[in-house]
């Protein structure tokens, strides 16, 4: 079965760096397009970043310029690269495989991994 393994979230000062990764297993890797998507307490989950099977990528208006996703298929490994964090970026980040269309839509998404917490201090 496909798991996915979410790991480097913690508690980071604004304007901080963390570097989150999300290992998959159970499926060809280098085959699907992987996102990353955060939730917030009492929010939706919404869509930070995508990387397609090719390595093109996507991101949300608000990270971009600071996060950078990218992949490793040889570690079967997703990576989100978060600079210059803002309190606002805080929330539970979770990895997924992309099977859908858009990429802004969580239901284009499953195999969702268990999340990381980030949390952003002042």
């Known amino acids: 079965q496909v798991e996915l393994v979410a790991s480097g979230g913690g508690l980071v000062q604004a304007g901080g760096s963390l570097r989150l990764s999300c290992v998959g297993s159970?499926?060809?890797?280098?085959?699907?397009?992987m996102g990353w998507f955060r939730q917030a307490p009492g929010k939706e989950r919404e869509f930070v970043a995508r990387?397609?099977?090719?390595?093109?990528?996507n991101y949300r208006d608000s990270v971009k310029g600071r996060f950078t996703i990218s992949r490793d298929n040889a570690k079967n490994t997703v990576a989100l690269q978060m600079n210059s964090l803002k309190l606002e970026d805080t929330g539970v980040y979770y990895c997924?495989?992309?099977?859908?269309?858009?990429?802004?839509?969580?239901?284009?998404?499953?195999?969702w991994g268990q999340g990381t917490q980030v949390t952003v201090s002042s």
């Open positions: 997924a495989v992309k099977f859908g269309l858009p990429d802004f839509v969580a239901a284009a998404y499953n195999h």
């Open positions: 159970g499926l060809t890797f280098s085959s699907y397009d």
């Open positions: 990387i397609s099977s090719g390595g093109s990528t």
